[in-house]
C-alpha cells in the first residue's frame, strides 16, 4: 500500500520523545553537573520519569496524532501541554518523597533542555515527513463524489499543498459526465473494488442524499473514510460543533469556548473570586472616600444606576460611582471629552476608571463578568444595531468590566460608527477565542492603558 508507512508515524514520535527524555536527563546530571553513577536515586529517578512520560503521553495528552491536515502550533501545543503535565506529576512526586538529592538548578535546566529539544525533533520531523510526501511517497488515493465549484475548489487544495501526500484519482458525478469525471456515482462501488482508494469525500450539495448511505456502508466495507462536504463558504464562523440529536447530527456554526458548561464554571468561579477580592480589600476603604468627595462636590446620590443590555439582550442595572450633575439626559446622550456636566471629581473617576469600581458588584451577583464586552445603554444598542453588522453578536455573553477593545485603547466616547465597528470587531474576536489567560492579559492590558493616561477617556 502507498500509505503503509504511515502507522509507523507515531511509535517513531514516541520512540524518539523517549530517547530525548534519557538524553537529556544524562547530560544533564551525568555530563554537565557531574552526578555519580554509583548513585541509586539517579537510576529511581530515571525510571519514574521514563514511567510517567509513558502513562501521560500516548494515553493522557496524546501529542502523537498524525492527521495529514493540521497546523504546526498545534502539534507544539500538545508536546507542551505533556511536558508540563510530566513536570507537574514528577514534582509533586519528588515533594511527595521529600527528595533533596536533585537541586532546583538541575531541575530546571533539565526541562528546559527536554523542551527545547523536543520542539526542534517534532519541528524537524514534520518538515522531513511531507517532504517525503511532497515527492510523491507515502500518499492517499482520493476520490470526489460530485462536481461542481466545492469540488474544484477541493482539487486545487490537494494541487496547492502535495506536502500532505493526496493523490486525487478523479471525480464521480451522476449528471456531470465528462472528460473531467470518471464516471457515474452508481459505478463507485466497482471503481473502488478494482482500484485502492483510501478516501472519499463527498460534496452534499452535488450528491443525493440516497447515495450516502450506499456510500458510508461501501466505506466500511471496505475500510474506506468516508468525508463529508457542505457547502458554508457564503457563512462567517470561527468554528463549528457537531451535536447529535438523538440519530439527527446538527451543525452549530455559532459555537463559542462559552457554551461549554465546564468553561462558564470557571469563569463565574474566576469572576467570584477576583471581584470579591476587589470589594474586600479596595471597595471597603475606598468606596467611603469617593462617596465623601463626590458629596461635597455637588448634590445628588453616590451610585449612579443605569440600564444597560446584558447576556441575550436582557437589559440590568449597571452601577458606577455618580460622575455627572444631575440631568435629565443622562440616558440619552454619552458623556463627551470637556462635557460641563461632569464634575470636578467626576473627571478624575473618569480619567483613572475608578467609577467603573463598584461593576464588581455586578459581577459578584453575576449581571456581568469582570472581563467581556463594555455594555451599552439601551438606546445606543438600539441604534448600533442597525449600523453595525453583527452588532448583537456580543451579547452571547455576559457584558464585562473591560475588554479586548478597551485594553487596545477604546475607551470613553464613540465618535464614530467606524470605531464601534472596531470595537465589535474584537469583541467577537475575545467571544470566539475566550480563554481564561486571555481574561487575565485583557486585566494587566487594560491596567497598564489606564496608567499610561488613555487619551480617550473622558
Not at 63 to 91: G, K
Not at 221 to 244: Q, T
Not at 413 to 425: A, D, G
Request: with cysteine; charged share 20%.
Amino acid at each position: 500500500m502507498a500509505h503503509r508507512y504511515s502507522r509507523y508515524i507515531k511509535p517513531i514520535l514516541f520512540l524518539g520523545d523517549i530517547i530525548i527524555l534519557n538524553i537529556s536527563f544524562i547530560t544533564v546530571f551525568a555530563l554537565l553537573i557531574d552526578v555519580d553513577f554509583t548513585q541509586r536515586s539517579f537510576y529511581i529517578f530515571l525510571v519514574v520519569i521514563n514511567f510517567i512520560w509513558i502513562i501521560t503521553g500516548p494515553f493522557i495528552i496524546n501529542p502523537y496524532r498524525s492527521d495529514r491536515v493540521f497546523q504546526i502550533t498545534i502539534v507544539l501545543r500538545r508536546v507542551t501541554s505533556a511536558v508540563i503535565l510530566h513536570l507537574l506529576i514528577v514534582t509533586i512526586l519528588l515533594l511527595y518523597f521529600k527528595n533533596t538529592e536533585i537541586t532546583r538548578l538541575q531541575y530546571v535546566i533539565f526541562y528546559l533542555s527536554y523542551y527545547m529539544l523536543i520542539v526542534v525533533w517534532r519541528v524537524v520531523f514534520i518538515y522531513f515527513v511531507r517532504s517525503y510526501r511532497k515527492r510523491g511517497f507515502n500518499y492517499r488515493n482520493i476520490i470526489i463524489l460530485g462536481y461542481g465549484e466545492i469540488s474544484k475548489e477541493l482539487e486545487q487544495y490537494f494541487i496547492l499543498h502535495p506536502e500532505l501526500g493526496y493523490r486525487l484519482l478523479g471525480f464521480f458525478d451522476e449528471k456531470d459526465i465528462s472528460d473531467d469525471t470518471l464516471g457515474k456515482l452508481s459505478e463507485v462501488e466497482s471503481f473502488c473494488t478494482n482500484i485502492e482508494v483510501d478516501e472519499i469525500y463527498c460534496c452534499l450539495p452535488y450528491v443525493d442524499s440516497l447515495y450516502l448511505k450506499q456510500i458510508i456502508d461501501l466505506g466500511d466495507e471496505h475500510l474506506i473514510k468516508v468525508k463529508l462536504i457542505s457547502d458554508f463558504r457564503g457563512f462567517s464562523f470561527n468554528s463549528v460543533d457537531l451535536e447529535r440529536y438523538d440519530h439527527i447530527p446538527i451543525l452549530n456554526v455559532n459555537s463559542i469556548p462559552l457554551d461549554s458548561r465546564a468553561k462558564r464554571f470557571g469563569k463565574r468561579a474566576f469572576d467570584i473570586i477576583f471581584s470579591g477580592l476587589i470589594i474586600l480589600f479596595l471597595l471597603s476603604w475606598l468606596f467611603p472616600i469617593v462617596a465623601f468627595f463626590i458629596r461635597i462636590d455637588s448634590r445628588g446620590s453616590i451610585l449612579f444606576r443605569q440600564k444597560r443590555t446584558g447576556k441575550n439582550n436582557n437589559t440590568f442595572w449597571c452601577l458606577k460611582f455618580r460622575t455627572m450633575q444631575i440631568n435629565q439626559d443622562a440616558d440619552k446622550i454619552q458623556a463627551v471629552k470637556g462635557d460641563i456636566r461632569i464634575t470636578r471629581i467626576g473627571a478624575f473617576l473618569r480619567k483613572y476608571s475608578i467609577d467603573e469600581l463598584p461593576q464588581f458588584l455586578n459581577v459578584f451577583i453575576g449581571t456581568m463578568s469582570v472581563v467581556g464586552p463594555r455594555p451599552h445603554m439601551l438606546k445606543h444598542t438600539q441604534e448600533y444595531s442597525k449600523l453595525v453588522d453583527k452588532f448583537m453578536a456580543r451579547h452571547f455573553v455576559k457584558p464585562g468590566i473591560t475588554g479586548l477593545a478597551q485594553a487596545k485603547g477604546y475607551r470613553g466616547e464613540t465618535e464614530t460608527v467606524l470605531s464601534m465597528k472596531n470595537r465589535v470587531t474584537l469583541d467577537r474576536f475575545y467571544i470566539a477565542n475566550w480563554s481564561l489567560i486571555l481574561d487575565i492579559k485583557i486585566i494587566l492590558l487594560t491596567i497598564t492603558s489606564i496608567l499610561k493616561d488613555n487619551k480617550n477617556a473622558n
